[in-house]
């Protein structure tokens, strides 16, 4: 199969997935994921699967990715909050539909390696930051959307509280490793609207700084 039929046949997953936003889609044609997958995975960057990353992390599945960000509705003027930059491929897509996009890991060469690809593309308005992303972004807060691509039991407290009123959060949630639901949380003036979408898998959202 040569590069444009995979090309084509990553685009009828998308669809055949749920992905009908215009934008989001176009977003995803702008994003190279070859780029983002590393050595001997590279040449499977059009399966609609995800793929080893290094740092025993992951690249999610390209119709998870899509259908994560069809639900955060996000606006041009939007800034918005990804906890778990992984390969940098989600923040990448991100950077197409908002104004600003902050990114952080727990795992320092991740990050780094991630910067350089978008240093690269010219993505100029994503910053990208090593940090325990259960604490958010303090200093960047509040967020017009907010994204988790790692599993937690429920959404992290001070998450909800970086939302804006109006805001949105997308993330995966669940007890165990297998069993997980991704959630679409909604801030209101006096309360939050939780919105369960589909079972998905992600990776745990595991607390500290990592060693590497
Ligand atoms: N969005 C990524 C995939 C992320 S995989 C992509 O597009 O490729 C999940 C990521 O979450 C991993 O890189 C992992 O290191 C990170 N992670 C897990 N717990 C974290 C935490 N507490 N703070 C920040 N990042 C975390």
Redesign the pocket.
Known sequence: MDRSEQKMRFFYALRSKGVTDARVLAAMEAVDRGL?VRGLFAERAYEDTPLP?G??????QPSV?ALMTQALEISPRDKVL????????????LSHLARRVY?????RR?VRE?ETIFQALDLANITAIV?????GLPDQAPFDRI????AAEDPPGPLLAQLRIGGIMVLPVGQSDTVQSLIKVTRHAESFDYEELRPVR?????????QD
């Open positions: 983002f990353i740092c025993g992390q992951t690249i999610s990715v990804e906890v778990g930059t992984g390969s940098g491929y989600q923040a990448a897509i990114t952080v890991d727990r795992h991740l991630a940090a325990d992303g259960s604490f994204i988790v691509t790692a992600f990776v745990p959202l595991v607390e500290g700084l990592a």
